[in-house]
């Protein structure tokens, strides 16, 4: 007598029923199901990393920053510095969340709604602010938002045909035309008052001059599309 059980000296058995769950696989290996369930409770985890956070600030941040920039009728120093600093840490946030999701795979759909609209938010918040109080010119206003929503909709109307880039000059006026926001929400008198409107005036300037090679984007990939698509049906007519 070796002592060993029969079953074990007959070979491996067979997986018993009881030991399958309940989509029908060995308890030892993953099911479709479970594993779907599982890729599932992934998909939802990643909405809340920290780039989609980030994101989620900057939006609580911008009625918080309108309560602050109108506070004591808007003209108060103190208060209009701590907007300052609300609308900082909003263009702080801007700069690191989109950074941060490319880099760590945390790219998410809604940050890829929510992220521009924050941008939006912010940025169009203080200049209605500054331009309602009386500091910045609506003609000012009306030119940087005018473009940033008009840009956004022309990126939806191509995007059937590809999706344009953002470039260097963009990048470069986003963080221009933050600064002369902020140095316009701040009470400065003096060579500084009179250096952000000169800030302002390069923000503008570059704020018009991207925006027109946007549109000159636009319709080249949309002749490109066009010709692509014409090619391609012109071969499968042949």
Not at 26 to 47: F, T
Not at 62 to 69: K, S, T
Not at 136 to 160: D, K, M, N, S, Y
Request: charged share 15%.
């Amino acid at each position: 007598m070796t002592g060993v059980p029969a079953s074990a000296a007959s070979g491996p058995s067979k997986t018993c029923p009881a030991q399958r769950d309940a989509s029908g696989t060995d308890n030892g290996g993953r099911s479709p199901r479970g594993g779907k369930i599982a890729a599932a409770a992934v998909n939802q985890a990643s909405l809340w990393n920290i780039a989609n956070i980030l994101t989620m600030i900057r939006l609580l941040l911008v009625p918080g920053f309108v309560a602050l920039m109108l506070a004591a009728g808007g003209h108060d120093p103190a208060w209009r510095s701590f907007a300052w600093a609300a609308f900082s840490v909003a263009m702080i946030t801007d700069l690191f969340d989109g950074h941060l999701a490319r880099t760590y795979n945390l790219v998410t759909d809604f940050g890829k709604i929510a992220d521009p609209i924050a941008d939006k938010a912010i940025m169009g918040a203080a200049l209605i602010c500054l331009s309602a109080l009386g500091d910045l010119p609506w003609w000012v206003t009306a030119v940087i938002l005018g473009r940033e929503l008009g840009i956004t909709l022309l990126r939806f109307i191509v995007i059937r045909y590809g999706v344009i880039p953002a470039s260097r000059g963009g990048k470069l006026k986003t963080l221009v035309q933050g600064i002369a926001v902020g140095m316009y929400i701040l009470a400065l008198t003096g060579w500084l008052a009179t250096a952000r409107f000169w800030v302002m005036a390069v923000a503008v300037v570059l704020t018009v001059a991207t925006g027109l090679d946007y549109v000159r984007q636009a319709i080249v990939l949309r002749r490109q599309g066009i010709a692509e698509r014409e090619a391609a049906l012109e071969e499968s007519e042949a």
